[in-house]
């Protein structure tokens, strides 16, 4: 679900993965035509290193 919403609404995931200032910052980005296709990308790859973050979280128990 996240990785659709990285696609169409990519500063929304900032908001659901706790970095609000990053969110802003890829909304900021996205409000132009040609920046749409970077805050994508940029959306995905800080979906992926939140999921990997919470993935070794889980190994070491620290959740």
């Given at each position: 679900?996240?990785?659709?919403?990285a696609?169409?609404?990519?500063?929304m995931?900032?908001f659901?993965?706790?970095?609000?200032?990053?969110?802003?910052?890829?909304?900021?980005?996205?409000?132009?035509?040609?920046?749409?296709?970077?805050?994508?990308?940029?959306?995905?790859?800080?979906?992926?290193?939140?999921?990997?973050?919470?993935?070794?979280?889980?190994?070491?128990?620290?959740?």
């Amino acid at each position: 679900m996240r990785l659709l919403l990285a696609i169409f609404l990519p500063f929304m995931v900032f908001f659901t993965i706790g970095r609000p200032i990053a969110g802003i910052v890829c909304l900021i980005l996205q409000l132009t035509l040609i920046g749409w296709l970077p805050a994508a990308l940029w959306a995905v790859y800080a979906l992926s290193q939140y999921k990997t973050d919470r993935k070794i979280e889980d190994a070491l128990g620290k959740r």
